[in-house]
């Protein structure tokens, strides 16, 4: 975990200082001796990408990342930071990880980042994510309003921040997941039932022996791309403590206009725009959530899916899975009707592992295809009884 806050106070600096980043502006490069090893900013790139990840948070890259074209934005104000880069400099030895994360956000874009757009064909895009998860239809429909406007307009992904409510395991992560990418977006999970204050948002305060920056600024500084996607899983299982109060950020970080000047805790030296980023929050029910933070999602339910739906989903899977292998052509096209009654008893998270599993069982037995015995039961699955068949219909 990087100490992040320790060094001299920020220095007098002149007004010529405070002109925006120049030629002569330079990022520090730690010492050879204070860096591990590390013999340039790839190297430190890649030791920072490996101590921030935290693990309740799990970030995933996506599938396509944006060309180096397209629009972009003011990221950091560019006087702040070279103001930044100049205090950290003073005191090499001092202030290391301060060095480290700066490499890695000027490798990442420094002052400027890209914001990743709409392909022509993305309504093709939202006709196949309809198709792989049935029940999110309002999403979809969502979606295409959207991303209409955003094709008059800069072309960039965007929308409004979304809470998905719903019982577990009807497949909201997957539904995120596929969303980030198929549209090439960072994708951030963040497991809000394991945050005890806003620090998972928002960094802890400086003055902390062992301060970190938050999650937020973490995705966003560490990416090229200022549009991520972050799921905020649980956000109704927070913890009710009102001194602590761990959804106090999403105050200003759900507000465009405020968003635009985020300032984590832990680094106070500049502001990141936060503005851009596109929300998904998930929650199983509304009565814990404070209702201003309620005002500022457009809350979609998500129906368990109908037996037909649930079956039109098994079949997805179990295509995605073969069109995604080198050994698609050892099995049957489609799944045998006893395989996929069979599976409607478990829930949706679960049935891409199950089917996986089955495959593998079914190439050690030497069949082309998959029967009702290479399914794998989930001990804890059976127990609780939410497969797509639970009482709801």
Same mark, same amino acid.
């Given at each position: 975990?990087?100490?992040?806050?320790?060094?001299?106070?920020?220095?007098?600096?002149?007004?010529?200082?405070?002109?925006?980043?120049?030629?002569?502006?330079?990022?520090?490069? *730690?010492? %050879?001796?204070?860096?591990?090893?590390?013999?340039?900013?790839?190297?430190?790139?890649?030791?920072?990408?490996?101590?921030?990840?935290?693990?309740?948070?799990?970030?995933?890259? *996506?599938?396509?990342?944006?060309?180096?074209?397209?629009?972009?934005?003011?990221?950091?104000?560019?006087?702040? @930071?070279?103001?930044?880069?100049?205090?950290? =400099?003073?005191?090499?030895?001092? =202030?290391?990880?301060?060095?480290?994360?700066?490499?890695?956000?000027?490798?990442?874009?420094?002052? %400027?980042?890209?914001?990743?757009?709409?392909?022509?064909? @993305?309504?093709?895009?939202? =006709?196949?994510?309809?198709?792989?998860?049935?029940?999110?239809?309002?999403?979809?429909?969502?979606?295409?309003?959207?991303?209409?406007?955003?094709?008059?307009?800069?072309?960039?992904?965007?929308?409004?921040?979304?809470?998905?409510?719903?019982?577990?395991?009807?497949?909201?992560?997957?539904?995120?997941? @596929?969303?980030?990418?198929?549209?090439? /977006?960072?994708? %951030?999970?963040?497991?809000?039932?394991?945050?005890?204050?806003?620090?998972?948002?928002?960094?802890?305060?400086?003055?902390?022996?062992?301060?970190? /920056?938050?999650?937020?600024?973490?995705?966003?500084?560490?990416?090229?791309?200022?549009?991520?996607?972050?799921?905020?899983?649980?956000?109704?299982?927070?913890?009710?403590?009102?001194?602590?109060?761990?959804?106090? *950020?999403?105050?200003?970080?759900?507000?465009?206009?405020?968003?635009?000047?985020?300032?984590?805790?832990?680094?106070?030296?500049?502001?990141?725009?936060?503005?851009?980023?596109?929300?998904?929050?998930?929650?199983?029910?509304?009565?814990?959530?404070?209702?201003?933070?309620?005002?500022?999602?457009?809350?979609?339910?998500?129906?368990?899916?109908?037996?037909?739906?649930?079956?039109?989903?098994?079949?997805?899977?179990? %295509?995605?899975?073969?069109?995604?292998? =080198? @050994?698609?052509?050892?099995?049957?096209?489609?799944?045998?009707?006893?395989?996929?009654?069979?599976?409607?008893?478990?829930?949706?998270?679960? /049935?891409?592992?199950?089917?996986?599993?089955?495959?593998?069982?079914?190439?050690?037995?030497?069949?082309?295809?998959?029967?009702?015995?290479?399914?794998?039961?989930?001990?804890?699955?059976?127990?609780?009884?939410?497969?797509?068949?639970?009482?709801?219909?």
């Amino acid at each position: 975990m990087f100490d992040l806050y320790k060094g001299d106070d920020q220095p007098h600096v002149s007004a010529e200082q405070q002109m925006n980043c120049t030629a002569e502006a330079s990022i520090p490069v *730690p010492d %050879k001796d204070l860096a591990d090893g590390a013999e340039d900013i790839d190297a430190i790139f890649n030791l920072m990408r490996s101590e921030f990840p935290s693990p309740q948070d799990e970030l995933v890259e *996506p599938e396509e990342l944006a060309e180096e074209t397209g629009p972009t934005i003011e990221f950091i104000d560019p006087g702040k @930071w070279e103001l930044f880069v100049n205090r950290i =400099n003073r005191n090499k030895r001092e =202030n290391q990880a301060l060095i480290e994360m700066a490499a890695a956000i000027e490798k990442a874009g420094g002052c %400027k980042r890209l914001l990743q757009t709409l392909s022509p064909d @993305w309504e093709l895009l939202i =006709n196949q994510f309809e198709e792989m998860f049935p029940n999110f239809n309002g999403v979809a429909d969502l979606l295409r309003d959207y991303f209409a406007l955003d094709t008059v307009d800069t072309g960039k992904i965007h929308f409004p921040p979304l809470l998905l409510l719903g019982e577990a395991g009807i497949g909201k992560t997957e539904a995120a997941r @596929w969303l980030s990418n198929n549209l090439g /977006v960072p994708f %951030k999970i963040i497991d809000m039932a394991a945050a005890q204050t806003g620090s998972m948002l928002s960094g802890s305060e400086k003055f902390w022996s062992n301060t970190r /920056v938050g999650q937020v600024f973490e995705i966003l500084t560490l990416e090229k791309l200022a549009n991520p996607i972050i799921m905020l899983d649980e956000i109704d299982k927070v913890s009710t403590d009102s001194r602590y109060d761990p959804l106090a *950020p999403l105050y200003t970080l759900l507000e465009p206009s405020s968003a635009k000047n985020f300032i984590d805790l832990s680094i106070t030296d500049f502001e990141i725009n936060a503005s851009h980023i596109n929300w998904i929050a998930t929650a199983n029910n509304l009565s814990s959530i404070p209702a201003p933070i309620q005002s500022r999602f457009t809350i979609v339910e998500i129906e368990k899916p109908t037996e037909q739906q649930a079956i039109k989903i098994i079949r997805s899977i179990y %295509k995605g899975l073969l069109c995604n292998s =080198n @050994w698609s052509s050892l099995f049957h096209a489609e799944l045998d009707e006893g395989v996929i009654e069979a599976l409607l008893s478990f829930p949706p998270r679960t /049935v891409k592992m199950v089917l996986h599993r089955a495959l593998g069982s079914a190439v050690r037995h030497k069949r082309d295809h998959v029967e009702c015995d290479d399914l794998w039961v989930p001990t804890k699955t059976a127990q609780r009884g939410i497969g797509f068949l639970a009482p709801n219909f």
